[in-house]
């Protein structure tokens, strides 16, 4: 009875890709401009979600409970709450950019006259600074994605045949 030669998992071509997955992950959350874009984007979300009480438009409860709600979602998802893999980073800036946006049109749709100056003041400015931070964050994701992407191999694994 032949034996074939048993290889080791440790060379195994998806083995080695989540491994560099991983250490690219590492890179780029470890430069300081990736730290400096989390820091800022925990502060913005906690900002957001504290606002209506900072700012004195709490009496409005449904753009406060909003607030609250999304500045929560903002802070976890930018600041990396979820995932340290850069792949799953880099689609929650791009969720963190679609609640930016509802930042900034939230005291025009939200139930009730909640737009007074107050609250669309604090929601444009906070919406576009949570804006202009996940756009950044995505960017680097995609720098490091592109980075990565352009010295690989384009053939599938043949499952180490040749």
Same mark, same amino acid.
């Given at each position: ?54 700012? =004195? ?7 406060? $409970? @909003? !607030?609250? &709600?999304? #500045?929560?979602?903002?802070? %976890? +998802? ?33 139930? =009730? ?7 669309? $003041? @604090? !929601?444009? &400015?906070? #919406?576009?600074?949570?804006? %202009? +931070? ?29």
């Amino acid at each position: 009875m032949a034996t074939s030669p048993q290889s080791d998992m440790a060379t195994h071509p998806d083995i080695i890709a989540m491994r560099e997955r991983h250490e690219m992950a590492e890179r780029t959350t470890s430069t300081p401009r990736a730290q400096a874009i989390e820091s800022m984007a925990l502060l913005t979300g906690l900002y957001l979600a504290a606002s209506p009480w900072i700012t =004195g438009f709490n009496g409005f409860s449904t753009l406060a $409970v @909003n !607030n609250l &709600i999304t #500045g929560i979602a903002y802070a %976890l +998802l930018m600041s990396g709450g979820f995932g340290r893999a850069y792949d799953r980073v880099h689609s929650m800036a791009w969720a963190a950019c679609a609640l930016s946006l509802w930042t900034i049109i939230a005291p025009w749709v939200v139930a =009730g006259d909640v737009s007074t100056p107050k609250t669309i $003041v @604090n !929601n444009v &400015i906070v #919406g576009v600074i949570g804006l %202009l +931070l996940a756009l950044t964050a995505a960017a680097i994701g995609q720098e490091r994605r592109d980075q990565t992407t352009t010295g690989r191999m384009s053939a599938p694994y043949g499952g180490g045949r040749t």
